[in-house]
C-alpha cells in the first residue's frame, strides 16, 4: 500500500522535537497514543535514538503506520500496537507518552478515560506531552482555531477544541503537575506533565 501522508506532519515535528529534546532527554520508553500516519514516530525516533518509540492507534490505522515503520527500518520502532482508551489498555509501564491532534478528536468521554487511566501506564517521574489547539478561559485563541472548531463539529459533533483549564484539571486529578505549556506554529500549543508519586 501507499504511505498515508499527513501535512501538517511535517510542519509541526521540527517544533515538537524542541519540546520532546527538553523533556524526553532522560525518558527510554515512549508509548504514542494515536499514532496517526506513522510519520510523526519515524521522525521523532530517528531523532532520539535513545527512546524505543512504540506507536498504537485504531486498528484501521495501522497498516499505514506499518509502512512508514518498515520503510524506515528504524531499530527503536517495535510494531504499532491496537489500541481505542476506551477499551483494552497495554500492560506496560512507560516513562513518556505522547499524543498529537486527538483530543479534539475524541469524544470528551474518551478524553476523560484517557487520563483516568494513565497512572496505569506511567512510571514514577513520567512525561506526558500532548500537542494541538486548545482555548483558554473559554475562548478561542485565534479566528483560526474558531473556524477550525466549527468545520470539527461540521464533521462530528463530538468533535472540538478542548479548553486547556478542563484537560489540565483531568492531569491534576491523574497526579500530573504542568511542567510547560509552550506556543507552537498555527496557534497549537505543546503542554508538558509529570507524574508526581508513585
Same mark, same amino acid.
Given at each position: 500500500m501507499e504511505k498515508p501522508d499527513a501535512p501538517s506532519c511535517a510542519k509541526n515535528r521540527e517544533p515538537i522535537l524542541g519540546v520532546l529534546r527538553d523533556h524526553f532527554a532522560?525518558?527510554?520508553?515512549?508509548?504514542?497514543?494515536?499514532? +496517526? /500516519?506513522g510519520q510523526h514516530a519515524i521522525f521523532f525516533a530517528g531523532q532520539l535514538p535513545h527512546l524505543t518509540w *512504540? /506507536?498504537?492507534?485504531?486498528?484501521?490505522?495501522?497498516p499505514g503506520i506499518a509502512v512508514w515503520l518498515v520503510d524506515a527500518a528504524l531499530a527503536n520502532t517495535p510494531a504499532p500496537l491496537v489500541f481505542n482508551v476506551l477499551e483494552t489498555w497495554p500492560e506496560?509501564?512507560?516513562? &513518556?507518552v505522547f499524543s498529537?491532534? /486527538?483530543l479534539h478528536i475524541m469524544p470528551w468521554p474518551a478524553v476523560e478515560r484517557l487520563f483516568a487511566r494513565l497512572p496505569e501506564i506511567l512510571s514514577e517521574q513520567a512525561k506526558l506531552v500532548i500537542y +494541538?489547539?486548545?482555548?483558554?478561559? +473559554?475562548a478561542f485563541t485565534s479566528t483560526s482555531n474558531a473556524a477550525f472548531d466549527a468545520w470539527l463539529k461540521e464533521k462530528a459533533a463530538h468533535q472540538g477544541i478542548r479548553d486547556f483549564e478542563a484537560v489540565d484539571a483531568l492531569a491534576g486529578q491523574a497526579g500530573l503537575r504542568l511542567l510547560e505549556d509552550r506556543a507552537m506554529p498555527s496557534?497549537?500549543?505543546?503542554?508538558?506533565? *509529570?507524574? /508526581? +508519586? &508513585?
Open positions: 532522560d525518558c527510554r520508553a515512549v508509548l504514542e497514543i494515536g499514532s +496517526g /500516519t *512504540q /506507536t498504537s492507534d485504531c486498528p484501521e490505522n495501522l506496560r509501564r512507560v516513562d &513518556a498529537a491532534n /486527538t +494541538g489547539p486548545f482555548n483558554y478561559g +473559554g496557534n497549537n500549543r505543546c503542554l508538558v506533565w *509529570q507524574r /508526581t +508519586g &508513585a
